[in-house]
């Protein structure tokens, strides 16, 4: 389990693009979503720089805490 900051998360919308972000690279992905400190928690195959690197392409840049 990863955990990630995305400081630019606000409101519902954002949580579908970084959604749709995640499971474009992992479509098993689980991702468990906390909007109020704008962090997830993300459970993926994925490499965590890749998935930065994507959020970040999507204009939702992450970090790790």
């Known amino acids: 389990m990863t955990t990630l900051n995305i400081p630019d998360m606000h409101f519902g919308g954002c949580k ?3 959604e749709r ?3 474009a690279l ?4 689980r991702i468990s979503f906390d909007m109020a400190e ?5 459970d993926s ?3 965590t ?3 930065q ?3 970040a392409a999507a204009g939702y ?3 790790k805490p």
């Open 16 to 18: 579908t693009t970084v």
């Open 38 to 42: 704008r962090q997830i928690e993300l």
């Open 21 to 23: 972000t995640i499971h």
């Open 53 to 55: 690197s994507a959020l």
């Open 45 to 47: 195959r994925a490499e």
């Open 61 to 63: 840049p992450a970090t």
């Open 26 to 29: 992992d479509p098993s992905a």
């Open 49 to 51: 720089s890749a998935v």
